[in-house]
């Protein structure tokens, strides 16, 4: 199992920017294939972005443009930059890798 700790969340104003920070544990983490997911009140866990070991990235069509996911393979970390967030972004923000338990995740809320 891969232990991961989510952070960066906060209150934004609609338009503005957050970046969140995903740190893993872990010797391997370089190989594993990272995801931001998003799990807004009352509705099920969206899958956000995807780096592959590679760093080639994926994202859904709601935030494409606007979200920019990374790794930094040094510091066992991944990132998920959001820009011009608005309100149906509000969420809590977890990462993980596939087959992996979820970790407490990072409540983002976009609002005026």
């Known amino acids: 199992q891969v232990q991961v700790v989510e952070s960066g969340g906060g209150l934004v104003q609609p338009g503005g920017s957050l970046s969140l920070s995903c740190a893993a544990s872990?010797?391997?983490?370089?190989?594993?294939?990272m995801g931001w997911y998003r799990k807004a009140p009352e509705k099920q866990r969206d899958w956000v972005a995807t780096?592959?070991?590679?760093?080639?990235?994926y994202y859904a069509d709601s935030v494409k443009g606007r979200f920019t996911i990374s790794r930094d393979n040094t510091k066992n970390t991944v990132y998920l930059q959001m820009d011009n967030l608005k309100p149906e972004d509000t969420a809590v923000y977890y990462c993980?890798?596939?087959?992996?338990?979820w970790g407490k995740g990072t409540l983002v809320t976009v609002s005026s």
């Open positions: 993980n890798t596939p087959g992996n338990s």
């Open positions: 872990g010797n391997a983490f370089s190989i594993y294939t």
């Open positions: 780096t592959l070991r590679g760093g080639v990235t």
